[in-house]
């Protein structure tokens, strides 16, 4: 399973943008995925846990109510949707994936992408 994310850059505080996460190698909705975000100097940190087209969806308490996790199978991809930015949503941010519900947990899946910079800056 090979995940390519994109869709980061510079963007200002209040404001939007869409994170992709392409899969090749598996399908989007037989794996339980994630999207996990790695502040400078900071470490990796959940961002949602979901699994694609089941209904199964975990924000955390950081994004809940701004950050949605969406899919589109036909295209085999997930997407970030990132809304009301603030600053400290600055991170390098990952898409992953694993066979197991129980690694998505962890935070130990078998597949992550290369990642994508998102930059909240005025």
């Known amino acids: 399973v090979h995940l390519v994310e994109s869709g980061g850059g510079l963007v200002q505080p209040r404001g939007s943008l869409r994170l992709s996460c392409v899969m090749s190698?598996?399908?989007?909705?037989?794996?339980?995925m994630m999207w996990a975000r790695q502040p400078p100097g900071k470490g990796r940190e959940r961002v949602a846990s979901?699994?694609?087209?089941?209904?199964?969806?975990y924000y955390a308490d950081a994004v809940k109510g701004r950050f949605t996790v969406s899919h589109d199978a036909a295209k085999n991809t997930v997407y970030l949707q990132v809304d009301s930015v603030i600053p400290e949503d600055t991170a390098m941010y990952f898409c992953?994936?694993?066979?197991?519900?129980?690694?998505?947990?962890?935070?130990?899946?078998?597949?992550w992408g290369q990642g994508t910079q998102v930059t909240v800056s005025s």
């Open positions: 190698g598996g399908e989007v909705g037989s794996l339980f």
């Open positions: 979901f699994w694609p087209g089941h209904g199964r969806i």
């Open positions: 992953a994936a694993d066979e197991e519900w129980s690694a998505i947990g962890s935070m130990t899946p078998r597949y």
